[in-house]
């Protein structure tokens, strides 16, 4: 079977750290996002893998030159953003037979073969795992009926109720996505499910207690690390707090459990530092405390300096003594410079 991963969101809400990283290579513990999500579908059998980004396409270019594991991945190129749905028709033009969709930026161990499976059975047009959260804002808010046909799909509703929600995994029929147009931007949860829908076609909902979290907000993202963390995730286990073999650690700094600490990064005497992720090369200076924070490849914290909430892109810096609470700091940029 193929897979469509879409990868060519421009990762607005973990600004100013995909400015430089394309959400989907954003490390999760040990290795980039996209790493995770590939292994998941070797792991189910997929044996290609199809993807595209208008965005960074020469960060994605090398992190597949480095991955030699399966599925093959075939890359399109995309010159302007297709949306969701135009992406996937795109990919999907030469796929003649049905086919998984997988936002890129979910942390999940759905079982896929069983929602291929179910698929199959239900003869749908279109199959959407589905999860159940307490506000659906942030997602696709799916009515479904007891037989499991979906009857309503709604993206963002504004108010906060719980319910059903897209989780973001779909198999899809090729007749789906046959009437996107090649051009423009279509999404495919505002515009493709809504029309299947109304058009009578049979969409089905596919519900499981499966770990499912989007990762595309600086709070899921550290959340979702912390739940790997925590072998929360089928298939994912690590030490708590996690700290690269190449890392440099004072034995007088003070980690906490839900802690990353990636290659090369090296942190000084007395600092603190909990529930946070520290990307490749990143500086913590001595006494310094960071929490709840995402501190980018090579960026430095001076000595001494606090900093809570905060999301620091590749090379920032903190200087020393500062103070600083839910700062995003630019590529290279100072903060207060
Ligand atoms: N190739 C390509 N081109 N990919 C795109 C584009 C595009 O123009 N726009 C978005 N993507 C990719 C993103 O990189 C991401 O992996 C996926 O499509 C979904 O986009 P997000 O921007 O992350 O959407 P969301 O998180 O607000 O909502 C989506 O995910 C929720 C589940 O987490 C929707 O699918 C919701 O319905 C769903 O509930
Ligand atoms: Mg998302």
Avoid at 25 to 37: A, G, M, S, Y
Avoid at 224 to 236: N, P
Avoid at 239 to 268: E, F, Q
Wanted: with cysteine; net charge negative.
């Amino acid at each position: 079977m193929k897979a469509v991963v879409l990868v060519g969101g421009e990762g607005t809400r973990l600004r100013p750290l995909t400015e430089t990283i394309p959400k989907p290579l954003i490390p999760l513990v040990d290795r980039p996002f996209l790493e995770h999500v590939l292994d998941h579908l070797a792991a189910h059998g997929v044996g290609e893998a199809l993807l595209s980004s208008p965005y960074l396409e020469e960060v994605f270019a090398s992190f597949l030159q480095a991955r030699h594991d399966g599925p093959r991945v075939t890359w399109i190129t995309e010159p302007t953003p297709l949306g969701t749905a135009g992406a996937v028709a795109n990919a999907a033009r030469e796929i003649g037979e049905p086919f998984l969709v997988l936002n890129g930026d979910i942390l999940t161990d759905l079982d896929l073969t069983g929602l291929v499976a179910l698929h199959r059975e239900a003869g749908a047009i279109a199959t959407i795992a589905l999860a159940l959260v307490e506000d659906a804002r942030p997602y696709g808010l799916v009515t479904v009926s007891e037989a499991g046909r979906v009857l309503e799909f709604r993206e963002k509703p504004q108010q906060a109720i719980p319910g059903l929600v897209n989780a973001g995994t779909y198999v899809l029929e090729p007749e789906a996505v046959r009437d996107v147009p090649p051009e423009g931007a279509v999404s495919i949860e505002r515009e493709v499910f809504p029309a299947l829908i109304d058009s009578g076609a049979s969409v089905h909902g596919y519900v499981s207690q499966d770990y499912w979290k989007d990762l595309g907000t600086p709070e899921s993202y550290l959340r979702a690390t912390f739940d790997a963390l925590e072998g929360r995730v089928k298939g994912l286990s690590y030490a708590a707090p996690y700290v690269d073999s190449t890392a440099r650690v004072s034995l007088r700094c003070h980690l906490g459990r839900w802690v990353v600490v990636g290659p090369a990064a090296r942190i000084g005497d007395d600092a603190e530092v909990e529930d946070s992720v520290l990307l490749a090369g990143a500086v913590i200076g001595e006494g310094a405390r960071v929490r709840d924070s995402i501190v980018g490849p090579s960026a430095t914290i001076g000595r001494g300096a606090v900093l809570s909430g905060a999301v620091l892109a590749e090379g920032a810096v903190i200087p020393s003594g500062t103070s600083a609470d839910g700062a995003r700091v630019a590529a290279g940029k100072v903060l207060g410079a």
